[in-house]
Nanobody, 115 residues
Framework: QVRLVESGGGLVQPGGSLRLSCVAS????????LSWYRQAPGKEREWVAW???????NHADPVKGRFTISRDNAVNTVYLQMNSLRPEDTAVYYC?????????WGQGTQVTVSS
């Protein structure tokens, strides 16, 4: 049974940092790429970043240079390091896996950027 559990969200001031974690289980973690998405109030869910099985990464333009996705296969975890946070980064952040044409989502973790 695939399970994705996000954590690390919270309230942070503009310019601050957070590190999100997504702990995965129920599948061969090292053989799958994973992504982070986010959904702000009243907006559609949007892609944030992706990490492949080799560690290759890609980031959406709004977060390039500020956010970094990474993975640790030893602990089945994907991270999202978020620096220089802005109020517009406020959203629920989700971990996503697509495997064998099936998409799995975690429950999400709330990030609020406000002074």
């Amino acid at each position: 049974q695939v399970r994705l559990v996000e954590s690390g969200g919270g309230l942070v001031q503009p310019g601050g940092s957070l590190r999100l974690s997504c702990v995965a289980s129920g599948f061969d973690f090292s053989r799958n790429g994973l992504s982070w998405y986010r959904q702000a109030p009243g907006k559609e869910r949007e892609w944030v970043a992706w990490v492949g099985i080799s560690g290759l990464t890609n980031h959406a333009d709004p977060v390039k240079g500020r956010f970094t996705i990474s993975r640790d296969n030893a602990v089945n975890t994907v991270y999202l390091q978020m620096n220089s946070l802005r109020p517009e980064d406020t959203a629920v952040y989700y971990c996503k896996l697509t495997m064998s044409e099936t998409t799995y989502w975690g429950q999400g973790t709330q990030v609020t950027v406000s002074s």
